[in-house]
């Protein structure tokens, strides 16, 4: 994975973004991270908030269905 210098000397991280996989530096100046643009994050979010993901879960038997 490339890396970039930074002015201070420490090399910035890089990422690729989860919406496009487009490369991104993972520094606080980067108001979107770990997305590439606002557009990424919101695609993402209007993901979520349409159930397009989920996450695993297993029913557990309540407690009055196992004769407590």
């Known amino acids: 994975m490339p890396e970039t210098q930074r002015a201070s000397g420490a090399a910035a991280r890089i990422?690729?973004?989860?919406?496009?996989g487009?490369?991104?530096?993972?520094?606080?100046?980067?108001?979107?991270r770990p997305f590439c643009s606002a557009r990424c994050k919101g695609l993402d979010?209007?993901?979520w908030a349409s159930?397009?993901?989920r996450v695993a879960a297993k029913d557990e038997p309540k407690p009055d269905e196992l004769g407590e």
């Open 45 to 47: 979010l209007g993901a």
């Open 51 to 53: 159930d397009q993901y």
């Open 15 to 20: 990422v690729n973004c989860p919406a496009c």
């Open 22 to 32: 487009k490369p991104v530096e993972w520094v606080a100046e980067n108001r979107h």
